[in-house]
């Protein structure tokens, strides 16, 4: 038996060398993986999807307008009970309850998604390059603290006064102050990790900040955000539920969770389901998305991820 029937010669790669025998992780994957594994997670983020869907739809289809009482001047349609024609009945004008609740949560949704994205956007940019600078540091710290004392909804309730009903006056009264404490929080978690070793170790290699900012720092912040998302969107469905309540948010021309809950206010006792009904859905919707959002910012921490 000769030489080349005893011995196989190995083909060398020197590429194998770099070869990691590691499993494949992908940081997204690893996210909705730990997420999904929660079956209450699941059903909370379904039951929560479907109500979004249906606040969205289902005043489209009833066209539903707070203005128009059709049936005023029909006593028999007024004040009805829950029935299969009206689900959760009538109103003292005879309009469906069932509409007015779906187009109120409708608006209330909007208002609270679109000022927390506005407020995230800015108080992010403005936190990360906050945390940073210090000389910007000595300016905002200034403006944080005169922003910080004066009551919220106090402020938002003059400004209501002065710029009027409606969403645009709704949003610009929720986004005009609100930003700074999200970006004094991110401020704060920037400080926290912008002096570890590989932060310095990037800034000696000649990292420039906004790298350093987009690559180094946001990343690990993103399960913080989401604990700081899940808490602002109920809260700024109670805010706007709140000044709609008082005669503010969103006006007369608009349906509103706060505005049903005021008018409703005086019929608990007599027609308890058309007060309950309206406080039902805003908190099932408010809990439902600070359960998701808590779960989402729990899934989001790579330590969760096995």
């Not at 999904?36 to 739809?57: E, G, K, Q, W």
């Not at 004392?149 to 986004?175: D, E, R, S, V």
């Not at 401020?187 to 002096?195: A, L």
């Not at 309206?278 to 600070?290: H, K």
């Amino acid at each position: 038996m000769n030489e080349n029937e005893l011995f196989e010669f190995a083909d060398f790669d020197e590429t194998k060398s770099e070869h990691i025998a590691a499993p494949r992780y992908s940081y997204w994957g690893s996210v909705w993986k730990t997420f999904f594994r929660d079956r209450f997670t699941v059903f909370v983020s379904i039951l929560l999807l479907f109500l979004i869907c249906f606040a969205m739809i289902q005043p489209m289809i009833s066209g539903y307008d707070p203005l128009v009482a059709p049936n005023v001047n029909n006593p028999s349609m007024r004040l009805q009970a829950p029935s299969a024609q009206y689900i959760f009945g009538t109103d003292n004008v005879g309009n469906s309850v069932f509409d007015a609740v779906w187009a109120g949560t409708r608006n209330s949704i909007i208002v609270s998604f679109v000022c927390t994205f506005i407020n995230m956007v800015i108080g992010i940019a403005v936190g990360a390059v906050w945390g940073f600078s210090k000389r910007l540091d000595r300016i905002m710290i200034e403006v944080y603290n005169v922003l910080s004392n004066i009551p919220y909804l106090l402020l938002a309730m003059i400004l209501q006064y002065i710029l009027g009903a409606g969403f645009k006056p709704l949003i610009i009264t929720m986004c005009c102050t609100d930003w700074i404490f999200v970006a004094y929080f991110i401020r704060t978690q920037v400080m926290i990790i912008r002096d570890r070793e590989y932060n310095l170790a990037s800034k000696c290699l000649g990292t420039s900040t906004g790298t350093m900012i987009t690559k180094n720092i946001l990343p690990y912040l993103i399960s913080v955000i989401m604990t700081y998302i899940s808490r602002t969107i109920p809260s700024y469905i109670s805010a706007e539920v709140f000044l709609s309540y008082m005669g503010l948010g969103l006006g007369a021309k608009n349906a509103s969770l706060g505005k049903l809950i005021s008018q409703y206010t005086s019929y608990m006792n007599s027609y308890p389901h058309m007060f309950w009904i309206p406080v039902f859905i805003l908190a099932l919707i408010s809990i439902s998305l600070y359960i998701v959002g808590q779960k989402l910012s729990d899934a989001a921490d790579p330590r969760t991820h096995m």
